[in-house]
Protein backbone atom coordinates (compact mmCIF):
# COMPACT_ATOMS: atom_id res chain seq x y z
CA UNK A 1 0.00 0.00 0.00
CA UNK A 2 1.24 3.49 -1.20
CA UNK A 3 1.21 5.66 2.43
CA UNK A 4 0.61 9.67 1.77
CA UNK A 5 2.19 11.63 4.04
CA UNK A 6 1.10 15.26 4.47
CA UNK A 7 2.84 18.50 5.51
CA UNK A 8 2.51 20.83 8.12
CA UNK A 9 -0.86 18.82 9.69
CA UNK A 10 -1.84 22.61 10.15
CA UNK A 11 -0.56 25.53 8.46
CA UNK A 12 -2.15 29.03 9.86
CA UNK A 13 -2.40 31.58 7.78
CA UNK A 14 -4.21 35.22 6.47
CA UNK A 15 -6.07 36.03 3.77
CA UNK A 16 -4.23 36.96 1.05
CA UNK A 17 -1.46 35.27 1.91
CA UNK A 18 0.27 32.71 -0.46
CA UNK A 19 -0.49 28.24 1.10
CA UNK A 20 2.08 25.63 0.30
CA UNK A 21 1.21 22.11 1.39
CA UNK A 22 3.06 19.15 0.59
CA UNK A 23 2.10 15.16 -0.08
CA UNK A 24 5.06 12.60 0.02
CA UNK A 25 4.10 9.13 -1.38
CA UNK A 26 5.91 6.33 -0.30
CA UNK A 27 6.56 5.19 -3.34
CA UNK A 28 6.78 6.89 -6.91
CA UNK A 29 3.21 7.18 -8.17
CA UNK A 30 3.03 5.80 -11.52
CA UNK A 31 1.78 8.69 -14.40
CA UNK A 32 1.20 11.08 -11.78
CA UNK A 33 -1.88 9.93 -10.19
CA UNK A 34 -2.52 12.18 -7.71
CA UNK A 35 -5.55 14.55 -6.36
CA UNK A 36 -5.91 17.40 -4.18
CA UNK A 37 -9.39 17.41 -2.72
CA UNK A 38 -10.68 20.15 -0.27
CA UNK A 39 -13.25 19.68 2.46
CA UNK A 40 -15.26 21.96 4.66
CA UNK A 41 -16.93 21.12 8.15
CA UNK A 42 -20.28 19.31 7.00
CA UNK A 43 -19.42 18.69 3.68
CA UNK A 44 -18.16 16.19 1.33
CA UNK A 45 -14.74 16.80 -0.54
CA UNK A 46 -14.12 18.40 -3.45
CA UNK A 47 -11.87 17.98 -6.30
CA UNK A 48 -9.42 20.39 -7.05
CA UNK A 49 -6.48 18.93 -8.70
CA UNK A 50 -5.95 16.02 -10.70
CA UNK A 51 -2.87 14.41 -12.99
CA UNK A 52 -0.82 16.18 -10.17
CA UNK A 53 -1.16 19.33 -11.83
CA UNK A 54 -4.44 19.77 -13.90
CA UNK A 55 -7.32 22.16 -12.17
CA UNK A 56 -10.62 20.46 -12.05
CA UNK A 57 -13.82 21.98 -13.68
CA UNK A 58 -14.57 25.58 -12.23
CA UNK A 59 -11.76 25.70 -9.80
CA UNK A 60 -9.94 29.10 -9.53
CA UNK A 61 -6.82 29.53 -10.79
CA UNK A 62 -5.21 30.53 -7.61
CA UNK A 63 -5.58 26.78 -7.15
CA UNK A 64 -2.13 24.81 -8.71
CA UNK A 65 -1.02 21.73 -8.36
CA UNK A 66 3.02 20.30 -8.83
CA UNK A 67 5.47 17.82 -8.46
CA UNK A 68 5.96 14.39 -9.51
CA UNK A 69 7.34 10.88 -8.39
CA UNK A 70 7.06 10.93 -4.63
CA UNK A 71 6.85 14.41 -4.19
CA UNK A 72 3.82 16.57 -4.42
CA UNK A 73 2.75 20.32 -3.89
CA UNK A 74 -0.60 22.18 -4.08
CA UNK A 75 -0.18 25.99 -3.84
CA UNK A 76 -2.69 27.98 -3.30
CA UNK A 77 -1.07 31.90 -4.04
CA UNK A 78 -4.02 34.45 -2.38
CA UNK A 79 -6.16 33.00 0.26
CA UNK A 80 -9.38 33.87 0.07
CA UNK A 81 -12.24 33.66 2.72
CA UNK A 82 -13.46 30.39 1.39
CA UNK A 83 -10.41 28.68 1.16
CA UNK A 84 -10.12 27.79 5.19
CA UNK A 85 -10.50 24.56 4.83
CA UNK A 86 -8.65 20.67 5.05
CA UNK A 87 -7.32 19.76 2.14
CA UNK A 88 -6.48 15.90 1.28
CA UNK A 89 -4.34 14.53 -1.40
CA UNK A 90 -4.83 11.28 -2.51
CA UNK A 91 -3.22 8.85 -4.82
CA UNK A 92 -5.39 6.87 -7.11
CA UNK A 93 -3.52 4.07 -8.54
CA UNK A 94 -4.26 0.44 -8.14
CA UNK A 95 -5.04 0.65 -4.17
CA UNK A 96 -5.88 4.04 -3.65
CA UNK A 97 -5.12 5.94 -0.36
CA UNK A 98 -5.38 8.93 0.76
CA UNK A 99 -3.08 11.33 3.36
CA UNK A 100 -3.77 12.19 6.45
CA UNK A 101 -4.58 16.16 5.38
CA UNK A 102 -3.51 19.49 6.18
CA UNK A 103 -5.57 22.30 8.01
CA UNK A 104 -5.58 25.67 6.84
CA UNK A 105 -6.99 28.13 9.33
CA UNK A 106 -6.94 31.39 10.52
CA UNK A 107 -3.44 33.14 11.91
CA UNK B 1 -27.74 18.54 -11.88
CA UNK B 2 -25.27 15.65 -11.43
CA UNK B 3 -25.96 13.95 -8.20
CA UNK B 4 -25.15 11.43 -5.92
CA UNK B 5 -27.92 10.69 -2.65
CA UNK B 6 -26.62 8.25 0.25
CA UNK B 7 -29.23 6.65 2.67
CA UNK B 8 -29.73 3.30 4.84
CA UNK B 9 -27.43 4.63 7.12
CA UNK B 10 -28.06 4.54 10.64
CA UNK B 11 -27.27 2.55 14.59
CA UNK B 12 -26.39 -0.81 14.38
CA UNK B 13 -24.74 -3.35 16.78
CA UNK B 14 -21.35 -4.64 16.71
CA UNK B 15 -21.64 -7.95 14.64
CA UNK B 16 -24.44 -6.53 13.09
CA UNK B 17 -25.31 -5.59 8.89
CA UNK B 18 -26.59 -2.72 7.49
CA UNK B 19 -26.93 -2.29 3.21
CA UNK B 20 -25.98 1.47 2.13
CA UNK B 21 -27.94 2.35 -0.85
CA UNK B 22 -26.85 5.33 -3.35
CA UNK B 23 -28.53 6.91 -6.01
CA UNK B 24 -27.16 8.64 -9.15
CA UNK B 25 -28.75 11.21 -11.50
CA UNK B 26 -27.62 13.45 -14.16
CA UNK B 27 -25.16 11.50 -16.05
CA UNK B 28 -24.86 8.07 -17.49
CA UNK B 29 -24.32 5.82 -13.79
CA UNK B 30 -23.82 2.95 -16.26
CA UNK B 31 -20.54 4.97 -17.69
CA UNK B 32 -18.61 5.06 -14.54
CA UNK B 33 -16.80 3.05 -12.09
CA UNK B 34 -18.03 4.11 -8.50
CA UNK B 35 -16.25 4.19 -5.26
CA UNK B 36 -16.87 4.19 -1.46
CA UNK B 37 -14.83 6.57 0.53
CA UNK B 38 -15.97 6.53 4.80
CA UNK B 39 -14.72 8.81 7.13
CA UNK B 40 -14.74 8.12 10.96
CA UNK B 41 -16.40 11.49 13.46
CA UNK B 42 -13.15 14.15 13.30
CA UNK B 43 -10.94 11.89 11.11
CA UNK B 44 -9.83 11.94 7.33
CA UNK B 45 -10.78 10.20 4.60
CA UNK B 46 -10.52 6.23 3.75
CA UNK B 47 -11.03 3.86 0.85
CA UNK B 48 -13.42 1.36 0.68
CA UNK B 49 -14.49 -0.50 -2.15
CA UNK B 50 -14.54 0.03 -5.96
CA UNK B 51 -16.91 -1.60 -8.66
CA UNK B 52 -16.59 -1.11 -12.45
CA UNK B 53 -19.20 0.16 -15.01
CA UNK B 54 -20.46 -3.22 -15.18
CA UNK B 55 -20.35 -4.52 -11.51
CA UNK B 56 -18.04 -7.14 -12.92
CA UNK B 57 -15.11 -6.03 -10.99
CA UNK B 58 -14.71 -4.89 -7.91
CA UNK B 59 -11.64 -3.78 -5.36
CA UNK B 60 -11.81 -3.62 -1.60
CA UNK B 61 -9.46 -2.02 0.82
CA UNK B 62 -7.56 -4.58 3.55
CA UNK B 63 -9.93 -3.41 6.36
CA UNK B 64 -13.02 -4.28 4.58
CA UNK B 65 -12.62 -7.01 2.97
CA UNK B 66 -14.23 -10.45 3.65
CA UNK B 67 -17.06 -8.10 5.57
CA UNK B 68 -18.42 -5.85 2.71
CA UNK B 69 -19.82 -6.21 -0.79
CA UNK B 70 -20.27 -3.73 -3.17
CA UNK B 71 -22.83 -3.73 -6.32
CA UNK B 72 -24.55 -1.83 -8.69
CA UNK B 73 -27.62 -2.00 -10.12
CA UNK B 74 -27.41 0.10 -13.50
CA UNK B 75 -31.21 0.00 -14.21
CA UNK B 76 -31.99 1.91 -11.46
CA UNK B 77 -28.60 4.33 -10.90
CA UNK B 78 -28.04 2.34 -7.76
CA UNK B 79 -25.02 1.47 -6.52
CA UNK B 80 -25.09 -0.39 -2.89
CA UNK B 81 -22.83 -1.28 -0.33
CA UNK B 82 -23.59 -4.33 1.73
CA UNK B 83 -21.79 -4.00 5.13
CA UNK B 84 -21.57 -7.47 7.47
CA UNK B 85 -20.00 -8.36 10.49
CA UNK B 86 -19.59 -4.72 11.59
CA UNK B 87 -17.07 -3.71 13.98
CA UNK B 88 -17.15 -0.41 15.98
CA UNK B 89 -14.58 1.16 13.93
CA UNK B 90 -16.57 0.87 10.85
CA UNK B 91 -18.57 4.11 12.52
CA UNK B 92 -18.11 6.85 9.63
CA UNK B 93 -19.51 8.64 7.27
CA UNK B 94 -19.84 6.63 4.15
CA UNK B 95 -19.80 8.65 0.85
CA UNK B 96 -21.05 7.71 -2.63
CA UNK B 97 -18.26 8.58 -4.99
CA UNK B 98 -18.35 8.75 -9.25
CA UNK B 99 -14.95 8.43 -11.02
CA UNK B 100 -14.03 11.07 -13.25
CA UNK B 101 -13.25 9.48 -16.25
CA UNK B 102 -12.88 5.41 -16.21
CA UNK B 103 -15.37 2.83 -16.52
CA UNK B 104 -12.87 0.39 -14.80
CA UNK B 105 -10.18 -2.12 -15.93
CA UNK B 106 -6.60 -0.64 -16.01
CA UNK B 107 -7.82 2.73 -16.27
CA UNK B 108 -7.10 5.13 -13.38
CA UNK B 109 -8.80 8.56 -12.30
CA UNK B 110 -9.55 11.48 -9.55
CA UNK B 111 -13.22 11.64 -8.23
CA UNK B 112 -15.26 14.12 -9.17
CA UNK B 113 -18.77 13.93 -7.82
CA UNK B 114 -19.43 12.98 -3.89
CA UNK B 115 -22.53 12.60 -2.20
CA UNK B 116 -23.41 14.27 1.24
CA UNK B 117 -22.70 10.86 3.11
CA UNK B 118 -24.50 8.50 5.02
CA UNK B 119 -23.75 8.03 8.65
CA UNK B 120 -23.15 4.56 10.09
CA UNK B 121 -22.44 4.19 14.17
CA UNK B 122 -21.78 1.01 15.63
CA UNK B 123 -22.24 0.42 18.77
CA UNK B 124 -23.87 -1.58 21.80
Known amino acids: EIVLTQSPATLSLSPGERATLSCRAS???????LAWYQQKPGQPPRLLIH???SRASGIPDRFSGSGSGTDFTLTISRLEPEDFAVYYC????????FGPGTKVDFK | EVQLVESGGGLVQPGGSLRLSCSAS????????MHWVRQAPGKGLEYVSE????????YYSDSVRGRFTISRDNSKNTLYLQMGSLRTEDTAVYFC?????????????????WGQGTLVTVSS
Open chain 2, 97 to 113: VKDALCSGGNCYSAYDI
Open chain 2, 26 to 33: GFTFSHYA
Open chain 2, 51 to 58: INSHGSST
Open chain 1, 27 to 33: QSLSSNF
Open chain 1, 51 to 53: GAS
Open chain 1, 90 to 97: HQYGSSPT
